[in-house]
């Protein structure tokens, strides 16, 4: 889930245009309009007149919204319509009338999942959830406290919910009571409140701040006995990330930050009046990610200052800066400190280079999502996708369903390399998503290829953008997986890939074959091959001495065949009289090169005569290879 304040928006009658944008970008943008300041209020009336808040999730959107008059609300879109979760016309679920409020740092999104802080008359209070098509509470004021006495009083207003998947972490209070709970999907427990020891230091939690969560693992900020640290309930342990009293500032306090979580892997700011950085906890161990002692990348003299971390797929994005001016967006990858962009890097598809950077660069599977400025204060969205900086909207890209440029924008959002942000112009503002063209092409087999089960054979494939460190790589047979080829092949460098292939000598033949390569981190990023390739079985044949020549005892003669595939480096070869063995030949004879071989036989001058002899050839490591010849032949004397 991503989630960013709209500090510019209204909107206008439900529209969405795609339109293609390739301005001199590395990787070229479907834009799509999800709404502005013309689109009716879905339920209400008029059209949204302003916009507060935005959040994504595999291309379902979730904000809040308002018009004239007073309306206000959350909304969802699905990636095809616009819907109302909860406005002042809401019926509160399990409660009395109408919602009134909802917390302005929400909604929060996981898929099609909306979770909120909503009140409403009568000092109603709550968290509930929409799952795209009913509304339900998650905790209210009704609820008993999960390990507690009594009812909860309140919730937070600060960071809360959150949410992934099915599970949603919230802090609430009741009477002298306060703690963090987890819903994971059926039940709401208790994952610490003030009867709760604090991990590794002394007496019990009295106080709880910022929470986030990733799958079942949650994450806060928590303090007592004039302890404040991070902590992480991973599923089945409460265990302490930081505190006080760990390296590098023992003894020496510092303010922690709002934790980010992906995974088990927690990333969080920290700073005092000595020190200031930012520092990554991967389930066991904590590291520094970038401090005051740390050099900047592609930049002199060390860090001075740092926004708030995001986090995806272990990897870590900032907004990082210099006394002296220097500005930059930075990843670190668990291994290696890198620059995304720093001002000294040109603007893709502008003029100049950047000279000023948002502190809230976000990021999804290895894409790393910013808002960015050059001279004379012009801006725009960009994105880096592990590879390539590309320009995704400027002040001289056309306005989705719209008219003019955009003139100004919004923090973005990003999923996987969908890019969503606020924009306007005067007199229009509006939420936009932008979809990087990125995918895999499978090149090779991609369509009427004649393969033999037993050769090796190289698959290839060309990608756009980021797929990840790595594809898996499957066999389809009349478009169903005949088997996994690969579960981990790695994708490859400067935009194509390959794997080579030893067929096995066992595969079923046939004309309706495939390949599909998928990314393992980002499904969108998957391809099959065009058309259908053939696999044959593999084949030894005998091609002399095969029927009908007369050879004589104690010459020379050469026997000669052919293969497809691999039949192995060596070959037996026996003599038939009547089907029936009568000597081998030649037990290990190479099998040739090139799809065909042969051996010089010295016929034994003792060799019986007869008319019934025939050829046979054998691999002697696969037992697909082997032939005898089509007819028999004679040995005389």
Not at 28 to 42: A, G, Q
Not at 610 to 626: A, P, V, W
Request: some cysteine; proline content about 5%.
């Amino acid at each position: 889930m991503k989630k960013e304040n709209l500090c510019l928006i209204t909107w206008g009658a439900l529209f969405f245009l795609c339109v293609m944008v390739s301005q001199a970008v590395a990787h070229p943008f479907v834009f799509t309009k999800l709404v502005d300041t013309n689109t009716p209020i879905p339920g209400g009336s008029r059209n949204f007149t302003f916009f507060e808040y935005y959040a994504v999730s595999g291309g379902n959107v979730a904000f809040q919204a308002g018009g004239d008059g007073g309306q206000f609300g959350i909304y969802l879109f699905d990636g095809a319509r616009l819907t109302t979760v909860a406005d002042y016309n809401t019926p509160i679920p399990g409660g009395s009338g109408n919602f009134t409020f909802f917390l302005s740092s929400n909604p929060v999104i996981s898929a099609s999942n909306v979770a909120f802080h909503g009140e409403g008359g009568s000092q109603q209070e709550g968290i509930y959830l929409f799952n795209g098509t009913t509304l339900s509470v998650v905790a209210d004021i009704n609820m008993p406290i999960p390990s507690g006495s009594g009812n909860f009083t309140s919730f937070d207003n600060f960071y809360n919910p959150v949410i992934s998947d099915n599970n949603i972490a919230l802090k609430g209070y009741g009477i002298g009571q306060c703690g963090i709970y987890l819903l994971n999907g059926t039940s709401l427990n208790k994952v610490a409140d003030y009867n709760t020891p604090v991990p590794e230091g002394s007496g019990n939690f009295d106080s709880f701040y910022s929470l986030a969560i990733s799958d079942g693992n949650v994450a806060f900020q928590g303090g007592g006995g004039g302890q404040l640290g991070i902590y992480l309930f991973n599923g089945t342990a409460l265990i302490k990330v930081a505190d006080g009293n760990t390296p590098p500032w023992s003894g020496n306090i510092p303010t922690f930050d709002v934790p980010v979580i992906s995974g088990e892997d927690v990333a969080f700011r920290a700073s005092n009046a000595q020190f200031s950085g930012i520092y990554l906890f991967n389930g066991t161990t904590l590291s520094t990610v970038a401090d005051s002692n740390t050099p900047i990348p592609g930049g002199s003299g060390n860090f001075t200052s740092f926004s708030q971390p995001a986090i995806s797929s272990g990897i870590v994005a900032f907004q990082g800066s210099e006394y002296s001016g220097q500005n930059g967006i930075y990843q670190f990858d668990g291994i290696a400190l890198s620059k995304v962009a720093d001002t000294n890097t040109a603007i893709p598809g502008g003029s100049g280079n950047f000279d000023f950077f948002s502190e809230s660069a976000a990021i999804s599977n290895g894409n790393v999502a910013f808002y960015g400025e050059g001279s004379g204060g012009k801006g725009g969205i960009y994105l880096f996708d592990g590879t390539t900086l590309s320009k995704v909207a400027d002040t001289n890209t056309l306005i989705p369903s719209g008219s003019g440029k955009f003139a100004g924008f919004s923090d973005p959002v990003v999923d996987n390399s969908t890019v969503v942000f606020g924009a306007a112009r005067t007199g229009l503002q509006g939420i936009y998503m932008a979809t990087e063209i990125v995918g895999i092409s499978v090149t090779s087999p991609d369509g009427g290829e004649a393969w033999t089960a037993g050769s090796s054979q190289t698959i290839r494939w060309t990608y756009d953008g980021n797929p990840g460190a790595f594809v898996i790589i499957e066999l389809l047979k009349g478009g169903v997986v005949s088997r996994t080829i690969a579960l981990s092949a790695p994708k490859g460098s400067g935009g194509s890939g390959s794997h080579n292939w030893r067929i096995p000598s066992t595969q079923v033949p046939g004309t309706d074959y495939r390949i599909r390569v998928t990314s393992t981190s980002n499904r969108a990023y998957t391809n099959t091959s065009d058309s259908d390739f053939s696999i044959a079985a593999p084949t030894i044949t005998v091609v002399s001495p095969n029927g009908g020549e007369t050879l004589t005892a104690g010459t020379m003669q050469t026997i000669r065949w052919s293969y497809t595939g691999n039949p192995g480096p060596y070959i037996k070869i026996q003599l038939l009289k009547g089907g029936v063995v009568k000597r081998t030949i030649a037990s290990f004879a190479s099998k040739g090169s090139g799809g065909s071989g042969s051996h010089n036989w010295h016929i034994p001058p003792t060799q019986m005569t007869g008319s019934d002899y025939r050829i046979r050839i054998s691999s002697m490591t696969n037992s697909h290879y082997t032939d005898t010849s089509d007819n028999d032949f004679i040995i005389g004397q």
